[in-house]
């Protein structure tokens, strides 16, 4: 920034130079202009007339040229008439008239004079306005590129937060897809057990129920044991319980079976007595 800042202030300085060469360039071609003017109308004679003459025009043709590249428009319109004049010194037939032109042209000279220092005074000021234009461009670009600066780093502070807060939800996913898993693993293992129960304890109710039957015959011929436990279940049955829900289940319908038996056992001593 400092670098650019430098180069900006270096840059605002090269054309200011090049104009102020230009007006002292047009100044001391003026002045010439002006000093060979006032002697070609003093001259005593044709022959220096026309020596200075030649010069004077020479001069002005240079302020003319100088002050079109620096913008003096009054300047340049002053050192034309003059050429002018001067070249009209040049042309006429008697040493009067010639005197005549010289005189026009050596007054324009020191108008010409005047309006290049002033148009070099009005430069100069243009030239601070520019100055100063160009400070506060320069001042306007640093506290934009210090915003922008000052943007960029609260755009990272929030990609960070962002990221931050993507991690953690990340871990807080991993940690319930984590105790989803040990519950779905656990849940296996349990419906397993309870499908293990459910074929052990419905053999084990049937082989009782099969036993009681046998033992209803044995005690009584004419007795038929008669059980209304329903203990066979699907395995889809078991989805909505626990193991314990599945465990009550069995030793409910046991006791069911175990009950009934006892409460038709209890006919049998009653016949008998």
């Not at 003459?53 to 003319?64: C, H, M, P, T, W």
């Not at 034309?80 to 042309?91: F, G, I, P």
């Not at 807080?172 to 052990?200: C, G, H, T, V, Y």
């Not at 038929?224 to 626990?242: G, T």
């Amino acid at each position: 920034m400092k670098k650019i800042a430098l180069i900006l202030f270096l840059l605002c300085f090269i054309p200011k130079t090049n104009a102020q060469d230009i007006y002292d360039d047009a100044l001391t071609a003026a002045s010439y202009a002006y000093s060979h003017s006032k002697k070609a109308h003093g001259a005593n004679n044709v022959f220096h007339t026309q020596e200075y003459a030649d010069k004077a025009i020479e001069a002005f043709q240079k302020v003319e040229d100088l002050s079109d590249k620096c913008g003096c428009k009054k300047a340049n319109e002053t050192a034309y008439t003059a050429r002018v004049d001067m070249e009209s010194s040049l042309e006429q037939d008697t040493y009067e008239r010639s005197r005549y032109f010289a005189k026009r042209a050596k007054e324009l000279g020191s108008k010409l004079l005047e309006q290049l220092t002033f148009c070099q005074a009005n430069s100069g000021s243009n030239y601070t306005d520019a100055e100063e234009a160009s400070t506060a461009e320069e001042n306007e670009l640093a506290e934009a590129t210090q915003e922008v600066a000052s943007k960029q780093k609260e755009l990272e502070e929030k990609r960070r937060q962002l990221e931050l807060e993507q991690q953690k939800l990340e871990q807080q996913i991993a940690e319930q897809n984590k105790i989803k898993a040990d519950f779905e693993a656990k849940r296996a293992a349990e419906l397993k057990a309870q499908s293990l129960m459910k074929s052990k304890a419905e053999t084990a109710l049937q082989k009782l129920e099969n036993a009681l039957q046998e033992l209803s015959v044995v005690l009584n011929e004419e007795s038929k044991f008669e059980s209304h436990a329903d203990y066979v279940r699907s395995e889809n049955d078991l989805k909505n319980e626990s193991l314990d829900d599945t465990k009550t289940f069995y030793v409910n319908r046991a006791k069911e079976l175990t009950q009934t038996a006892m409460q038709q056992f209890a006919g049998y001593n009653m016949v008998e007595n």
